[in-house]
C-alpha cells in the first residue's frame, strides 16, 4: 500500500509536521515587508487554537513551518482546513494589493510527519539557517523573517518556546546547535528528503 502523498498526509493530534511550499511557478510569495507581517499575523489568527509552533521560516518565494497538532477538546477535527483557510485568505489579499489573478501558490500545502528527534532538531536548526544557505543574508540571525530571535525574546507567544528549548536542553544548547559549520556556509544543508529543495528563481 503507497503511503499518503505529500498532498494528502492526515494531520493528526500529538504529532509533529513539516508543513511547506513555495509560490506557483517559482513566483515570489512575498515581495514587501509588510506581506511577510500579514502573513504571519493570519497565521497567528488561524493555526495556534490547532497546533503548536516549533520553528519557521518565511522566504521570498516559500516558507517552512514546523508545527505539532493540539488534542482539541471535542475530538477528532480536520486540521488541514485551518491551514487551508489561511493560505486562501492570504492568496485572496495578495492578488488584491497587486492585481494578479490566479493560483498563488504551487498547490494544496505540502506536510511530512517527523517522528525522528534528531530529525526534528535538525529541521528546526535549517529552519533558520534557511536565509543564509539561499544567499539573502551572510549572517542567518539578521534575516527577520524566521522564528530564530523570539526564542531570546519576550516575543512570539505563539511560539511553543518551552518545548524547543526542552528539546534542545536549554537555550545554551540551542545557540550551540546553530553555530555554522563550514558546509553549511558553502550553502549546502538541505532537508531530508531532497525534495523539499526549492530552488529559488
Known amino acids: 500500500m503507497k503511503p499518503p502523498s505529500k498532498y494528502r498526509t492526515p494531520l493528526t493530534s500529538g504529532?509533529?509536521?513539516?508543513?511547506?511550499n513555495r509560490g506557483n511557478n517559482r513566483e515570489n510569495l512575498f515581495v514587501e515587508a509588510r506581506n511577510y507581517h500579514y502573513f504571519l499575523r493570519l497565521y497567528k489568527r488561524y493555526?495556534?487554537?490547532i497546533a503548536d509552533t516549533l520553528a519557521y521560516c518565511l522566504l521570498p518565494n516559500h516558507f517552512h513551518f514546523l508545527v505539532r497538532m493540539k488534542f482539541i477538546h471535542g475530538g477528532p477535527m480536520d486540521f488541514s482546513k485551518p491551514f487551508a483557510t489561511f493560505f486562501g485568505a492570504y492568496s485572496k489579499a495578495f492578488n488584491k494589493a497587486y492585481n494578479r489573478t490566479?493560483?498563488?501558490?504551487?498547490?494544496?500545502?505540502?506536510?511530512?510527519?517527523?517522528?525522528?528527534?534528531?530529525?526534528?532538531?535538525?529541521l528546526v536548526v535549517y529552519n533558520h539557517l534557511n536565509p543564509q544557505t539561499h544567499g539573502f543574508v551572510s549572517d542567518f540571525k539578521e534575516w527577520p523573517h524566521t522564528s530564530f530571535r523570539l526564542f531570546s525574546s519576550r516575543k512570539g507567544p505563539f511560539m511553543a518556546k518551552s518545548l524547543v528549548m526542552e528539546m534542545f536542553g536549554g537555550l545554551e544548547e540551542f545557540?550551540?546547535?546553530?553555530?555554522?559549520p563550514p558546509r553549511i556556509?558553502?550553502?549546502?544543508?538541505?532537508?531530508?528528503?531532497?525534495?523539499l529543495e526549492?530552488?529559488?528563481?
Open 185 to 195: 556556509r558553502a550553502g549546502t544543508i538541505s532537508p531530508d528528503p531532497p525534495e
Open 198 to 201: 526549492f530552488p529559488l528563481f
Open 102 to 122: 490566479g493560483r498563488l501558490f504551487e498547490g494544496r500545502f505540502k506536510r511530512k510527519e517527523v517522528t525522528d528527534g534528531d530529525y526534528l532538531l535538525h
Open 15 to 20: 504529532k509533529i509536521y513539516h508543513i511547506y
Open 175 to 180: 545557540d550551540i546547535a546553530h553555530q555554522i
Open 47 to 49: 493555526i495556534p487554537p
